[in-house]
T-cell receptor
Framework: SQKIEQNSEALNIQEGKTATLTCNYT??????LQWYRQDPGRGPVFLLL???NEKEKRKERLKVTFDTTLKQSLFHITASQPADSATYLC???????????WGAGTKLIIKP | DAGVIQSPRHEVTEMGQEVTLRCKLI?????LFWYRQTMMRGLELLIY????????DSGMPEDRFSAKMPNASFSTLKIQPSEPRDSAVYFC???????????FGQGTRLTVV
């Protein structure tokens, strides 16, 4: 079955630097992959979706890459700010047209 | 639109009691998902509805869990009887279609003592 791995340890980044989060999967390549942000006490908020035929997607300071050979997605936040501190979740299409398989999330801390 | 609205935000109940969680979808969304989130297991899909019809309930832990969607904008998740291991944050999420971005509610933090 499909497994997703995200760094379980918190990632500490200095303000202004680029933060890079990793999402690795083990089995088939999903048709698409999504990234969400979750703040404490709140539900996940959608950030970006990237499809298997896309190498890269950008939205303002965010960039997502999708490498089906490495079975990996990278999520970058450039010019990071303390307000970017949150837990970031990746979710893969799970083999049906509705099911998402979720990673455990990586906690990102941006230090001023 | 106010987004997906869940109630209550917090629920503390005694073991054996019935618990009902409520969700109001975003108008025009056809897909509804109920999730449970715990530290140990992360986000787990409990049940998925499309156009008010339950499509996949394979994630529902036991017969103690049931979900309904009486109309296009409202859903309930019921646990009867509740047990301490049901303690978690329960989210509902809606989307225009099943494979587009999901909009999550604020969640209901359930504690069963």
């Amino acid at each position: 079955s499909q497994k997703i791995e995200q760094n379980s340890e918190a990632l500490n980044i200095q303000e202004g630097k680029t933060a890079t989060l990793t999402c690795n999967y083990t089995n088939y390549s999903p048709a698409y992959l999504q990234w969400y942000r979750q703040d404490p006490g709140r539900g996940p908020v959608f950030l970006l979706l990237i499809r298997e035929n896309e190498k890269e997607k950008r939205k303002e300071r965010l960039k997502v890459t999708f490498d089906t050979t490495l079975k990996q997605s990278l999520f970058h936040i450039t010019a990071s700010q303390p307000a970017d501190s949150a837990t970031y979740l990746c979710a893969l299409e799970g083999g049906s047209n509705y099911q998402l398989i979720w990673g455990a999330g990586t906690k990102l801390i941006i230090k001023p | 639109d106010a987004g997906v609205i869940q109630s209550p935000r917090h629920e503390v109940t005694e073991m054996g009691q019935e618990v009902t969680l409520r969700c109001k979808l975003i108008s025009g969304h056809n897909s509804l998902f109920w999730y449970r989130q715990t530290m140990m297991r992360g986000l787990e899909l409990l049940i998925y509805f499309n156009n008010n019809v339950p499509i996949d309930d394979s994630g529902m832990p036991e017969d103690r869990f049931s979900a309904k969607m009486p109309n296009a904008s409202f859903s309930t998740l019921k646990i009867q009887p509740s047990e301490p291991r049901d303690s978690a944050v329960y989210f509902c999420a809606s989307s225009v279609d099943s494979n587009t971005e999901a909009f999550f509610g604020q969640g209901t933090r359930l504690t069963v003592v």
